[in-house]
């Protein structure tokens, strides 16, 4: 870690006891290195809902980070959805509806991971996975 001193600023060496230029006594002349600022981009698996009555309803990840917001990955896979102003949700109650929407977030999911998107623990519904990963610059 560099030493700078507080007076005149200089850089010193480790172990300086005082500043080689102005002789200020180094003590608490400590300035961290600044360490390059990490950006995170983020995105989270919604549920959209398509098709006639909601018949072709996928999931989609869409990103928000410094260079904007794009769509990340979306299923190929469709299930039954329903509209609701809450928020569109997969239809579990419909006969095979589970499975259906199952297999496209199992999708999702490789889909994500193969792109580098990194689970973050925070969940919304069952569907509602959060990711985030490091931006590319
Ligand atoms: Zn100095």
New binding site residues.
Partial sequence: MAIY?M??G?ELPDGAKF?L????PVGSAVKPTPQPEQKWEYCEIVCKVGGFSGLKSYFMAQATGSHGVYIAARSTKTFYGIDDTGGDYPDTQAWGGEKKAKEALDEMISLLSADGWALTGDKGSWWQYKYRRRERS
């Fill in positions: 001193c007076q005149c200089k500043c230029k102005c002789g200020n």
